[in-house]
């Protein structure tokens, strides 16, 4: 079955970029299926980042576009995301999701293990 | 956006109970609605979507009803296993938005 794995830095400094990577296997991630990022600062709740189609097309969160870009390997199987300008708010467990469809529905299945990213100097 | 509000935010209950949270979303989103249990450094796992179809592997104890605005989790006879946080979520619309979550506790 398909698995995630999150991967990458677990501190970034201040006014510093995040970069995530989620490796994708027992599956490929040119499937019709879109691939997410989602959050959860410590204490809170899930917040959803951002989403890519397998053709590069992107929907993010109006919260956070102006910051994100999403981006996709084929060749490595995996997908990416970068968060610019971060500030100590973006500390959170960063989870990569697959949205899975069916009859226009869609829900996150599977989920990534999440890594932490503390944003501290 | 679409703002998802789930009761109670905390819940305590003894193995073998009913057990019965609230979702509901600010406009009427039909049954775009999924249901995700998250345990402490485990990844969430998906219980319900479309609001009432139980995804393959999880117990029949649980299940998902609603439609429109309105929408309920039901556990019919907790287990050891089941005491974890609950989200719902909606997949109406961008940006996709979950609930604050009810933690549920062993009495």
């Known amino acids: 079955q398909v698995q995630l794995q999150e991967s990458g830095p677990g501190l970034v400094k201040p006014s510093g970029t995040l970069s995530l990577t989620c490796a994708v296997s027992?599956?490929?991630?040119?499937?019709?299926?879109?691939w997410n990022w989602v959050r959860q600062p410590p204490g809170k709740g899930l917040e959803w980042i951002g989403e890519?189609?397998?053709?590069?097309?992107?929907n993010c969160n109006p919260s956070l576009t102006s910051r994100v870009t999403i981006s996709l390997d084929k060749s490595k199987n995996q997908f990416s995301l970068k968060l610019s300008s971060v500030t100590a708010a973006d500390t959170a467990v960063y989870y990569c999701?697959?949205?899975?469809?069916?009859?226009?529905?869609?829900?996150?299945?599977?989920w990534g293990q999440g890594t932490l990213v503390t944003v501290s100097s | 956006d679409i703002q998802m509000t789930q009761s109670p935010s905390s819940l305590s209950a003894s193995v073998g109970d009913r057990v019965t949270i609230t979702c509901r979303a600010s406009?009427?989103?039909?049954?775009?609605l999924n249901w995700y249990q998250h345990k402490p450094g485990k990844a969430p796992k998906l219980l319900i979507y479309a609001a009432s179809s139980l995804q393959s592997g999880v117990p029949s104890r649980f299940s998902g009803s609603g439609s429109g605005t309105d929408f309920t989790l039901t556990i019919s006879s907790l287990q050891p296993e089941d005491f974890a946080t609950y989200y719902c979520q909606q997949s109406y619309s961008t940006p996709f938005t979950f609930g604050q979550g009810t933690r549920l506790e062993i009495k």
């Open positions: 027992g599956g490929s991630i040119s499937s019709s299926n879109w």
């Open positions: 890519i189609y397998h053709s590069g097309s992107t």
């Open positions: 999701a697959r949205a899975d469809t069916n009859a226009g529905r869609n829900w996150f299945d599977p």
């Open positions: 406009q009427s989103i039909s049954n775009y």
